[in-house]
């Protein structure tokens, strides 16, 4: 039997995906997960799955000795990254044992630790088309088990908006949101906060759910009509899964720049609207999504050209290219 090490840690668009495969993997081989980030223990524990946990404040030597130890004492012969610093070495480790290696990339342009195991790794598994080399174009793993379940929030036929600003949240955004959903009474609105903000004032309106966390987003997204969000890959990837018109507003803070990268990737394709966070008004939040909401045919087309861009299962095809090698 295959004894693989995945490694999804430091954010959610390197946990989920790493999750997703960890999840359909775990029945036909011996996979074990190392991360490096306190913070990831919460997600993997939610999950109720094992890891081996090494301590991200290490000296870049103590983290290199303990993953070459973790790697020899699980007798590791395939290895999956998913980017972040630690997967770079992870990717040495690997390629000095002469084991085979692999990483997944999830945004529209390759992460700095990406880049540099790019020449050290078998192939490199890509959510969106980056027309590299060693590329192998499957999606994002995050996706490819949906959920049918839905959940009802309103005993109304409004058109329901979900709005999420990532686990973290967004104090910048949410300002504008909370003034959007105290004056807009035409739609329903479910706002996931984020872990990290604080509304004002506690909204008390019947078109209005307001969560801090919830577990299961893709229920959500699976629910409603519209979906206002950053461009996060684990998200971008549910909302095109789920073929949902989007308003997408990117973080600006984010390394490379990278959630607008993902977003006019997917604007490009006309998929989605987008709004940067510099251009963000109550006005222009406004009005977009009430012309997205109300016009049927922009609505449907977006809807079209988000089938066309989404994949099905491709979980055979990563552990095909696996085990092959």
């Excluded at 960890?22 to 081989?29: A, S, V």
């Excluded at 088309?129 to 994002?140: A, F, Q, S, W």
């Excluded at 008004?281 to 989404?310: F, G, H, P, V």
Aim: with cysteine; net charge positive; proline share 2%.
């Amino acid at each position: 039997m295959l004894n693989i090490l995945l490694s999804g840690s430091g954010s959610g668009g390197h946990i989920y995906p790493c999750l997703a495969l960890y999840n359909y993997l775990k029945n036909k081989y011996n996979v074990k997960i190392l991360i490096f980030k306190e913070i990831d223990k919460k997600i993997y524990d939610m999950n109720n799955v094992k890891y081996i946990y090494i301590d991200d404040n290490y000296s870049t030597l103590k983290k290199l000795n303990l993953i070459n130890k973790t790697i020899k004492n699980n007798n590791i012969n395939k290895v999956i990254t998913f980017g972040g610093k630690n997967s770079f070495y992870i990717n040495i480790i690997s390629k000095k044992l002469h084991i085979d290696s692999f990483i997944f990339e999830s945004n529209a342009i390759i992460g700095k630790a990406n880049k540099m195991s790019y020449l050290l790794v078998n192939k490199v598994f890509t959510n969106f088309k980056l027309n590299l080399k060693k590329e192998i174009n499957v999606g994002n793993p995050n996706a490819f088990s949906l959920t049918n379940k839905k959940v009802k929030l309103f005993n109304n036929k409004k058109i329901t908006i979900l709005i999420t600003l990532g686990s973290l949240g967004s104090s910048s955004v949410s300002k504008v949101i909370e003034k959007l959903l105290t004056s807009n009474d035409d739609f329903n609105f479910i706002f996931v906060i984020g872990n990290n903000v604080k509304l004002k004032k506690t909204i008390k309106k019947n078109n209005v759910k307001v969560y801090q966390y919830y577990n299961n987003l893709k229920e959500l997204i699976n629910s409603v009509d519209i979906v206002i969000a950053r461009a996060g890959a684990a998200t971008l990837s549910e909302i095109v899964a789920y073929n949902k018109p989007s308003i997408i507003i990117p973080s600006p803070y984010v390394a490379n720049n990278h959630q607008l990268k993902n977003a006019k990737y997917l604007l490009n394709r006309h998929c989605i609207i987008l709004i940067e966070e510099k251009d963000l008004t109550l006005t222009k939040l406004n009005n977009q999504l009430t012309k997205l909401a109300l016009n049927k045919d922009l609505y449907e087309n977006i809807k079209s050209n988000l089938i066309k861009n989404s994949f099905g299962n491709n979980f055979k095809i990563i552990e095909d290219e696996i085990i092959k090698w």
